[in-house]
């Protein structure tokens, strides 16, 4: 991989369709003291580069673009040539900045011209398979602005008045229908001139980047999730996430 990136013999302007962005310039806090989240090993191999072969495991995604810890992009560099990736998929590090929104926008940045579908993952989901990648660029491509993969809820949930101090009763103001709502996961997938557009005009802070196209008005559609995407953000998520590895080493042999 040269400074930036890693080219791929096949990539060109006629496969450029379609780019993920993954940032992953946060601390993971929760996960304890250590090394960034996305840095983390799982199974051995840190979960920055299970998420990057999750999008790469897609056909359609020709570049993915990983934004990094500002101070962290040589490493990140470094990371990506030490693993097994892809051939035909081209790959790019870019530092990040201070915020999730910010190191998207940075992403979105440095997407060369062509890629007209953009996909943004959360390097914390690192075991999404790759029909759910594909669910969601084919949703984008079906004439959708904004697509999400998510799921029904599977426990009841309780709109509360939230309590003035951290562990104290909190009243119970709420029950929302469940059938209703849904638990949203990632990739998430947009035409790119509509995220880019998202970017510039929305403003304050969302919890996700398709939570900005709907400031705009947009309509955005979810497809089926998989249980399997889930964010790994406790320790706990950590043993699961090692589970779903040894069973898929076991049924698919890698």
Same mark, same amino acid.
Not at 75 to 86: M, Q, T
């Given at each position: 991989?040269?400074?930036?990136s890693?080219?791929?013999?096949?990539?060109?302007?006629?496969?450029?369709?379609?780019?993920?962005?993954?940032?992953?310039?946060?601390? =993971?806090?929760?996960?304890?003291?250590?090394?960034?989240?996305?840095?983390?090993?799982?199974?051995?191999?840190?979960?920055?580069?299970?998420?990057?072969?999750?999008?790469?495991?897609?056909?359609?995604?020709?570049l993915?673009?990983?934004?990094?810890?500002?101070?962290?992009?040589?490493?990140?560099?470094?990371?990506?040539?030490?693993?097994?990736?892809?051939?035909?998929?081209?790959?790019?590090?870019?530092?990040?900045?201070?915020?999730?929104?910010?190191?998207?926008?940075?992403?979105?940045?440095?997407?060369?011209?062509?890629?007209d579908?953009?996909?943004?993952?959360d390097?914390?989901?690192?075991?999404?398979?790759?029909?759910?990648?594909?669910?969601?660029?084919?949703?984008?491509?079906?004439?959708?602005?904004?697509?999400?993969?998510?799921?029904?809820?599977?426990?009841?949930?309780?709109?509360?008045?939230?309590?003035?101090?951290? =562990?104290?009763?909190?009243?119970?103001?709420?029950t929302?229908?469940?059938?209703?709502?849904?638990?949203?996961?990632?990739?998430?997938?947009?035409?790119r001139?509509?995220?880019?557009?998202?970017?510039?005009?929305?403003?304050?802070?969302?919890?996700?980047?398709?939570?900005?196209?709907?400031?705009? =008005?947009?309509?955005?559609?979810?497809?089926?999730g998989h249980?399997?995407?889930?964010?790994?953000?406790?320790?706990?998520d950590?043993?699961?996430?090692?589970?779903v590895?040894?069973?898929?080493?076991?049924?698919?042999?890698?």
């Amino acid at each position: 991989m040269s400074d930036d990136s890693r080219p791929s013999p096949s990539a060109g302007p006629s496969a450029a369709r379609t780019a993920a962005v993954i940032p992953a310039a946060g601390r =993971g806090v929760r996960l304890g003291p250590g090394a960034p989240k996305a840095l983390r090993a799982l199974n051995g191999t840190p979960m920055l580069i299970h998420a990057v072969r999750a999008m790469a495991a897609s056909r359609a995604v020709s570049l993915v673009v990983v934004v990094a810890p500002p101070d962290g992009a040589a490493e990140v560099r470094s990371l990506l040539d030490a693993h097994a990736l892809p051939e035909r998929t081209d790959f790019l590090v870019v530092p990040g900045g201070q915020s999730r929104q910010e190191s998207v926008k940075l992403g979105l940045d440095a997407l060369p011209p062509g890629h007209d579908i953009v996909l943004v993952h959360d390097a914390a989901r690192p075991l999404v398979p790759v029909d759910t990648v594909d669910a969601v660029i084919e949703a984008v491509r079906d004439g959708a602005p904004a697509v999400v993969p998510a799921l029904p809820l599977a426990d009841t949930v309780k709109q509360v008045e939230p309590a003035g101090t951290p =562990g104290e009763p909190e009243p119970v103001v709420a029950t929302p229908e469940r059938a209703l709502l849904r638990a949203v996961q990632t990739p998430q997938g947009f035409d790119r001139a509509t995220l880019v557009r998202a970017h510039e005009t929305v403003t304050g802070e969302v919890t996700d980047d398709a939570g900005m196209v709907e400031q705009l =008005g947009l309509t955005v559609v979810a497809v089926p999730g998989h249980e399997e995407a889930f964010k790994v953000t406790r320790p706990l998520d950590l043993v699961l996430a090692e589970a779903v590895l040894a069973r898929r080493r076991l049924n698919d042999g890698f």
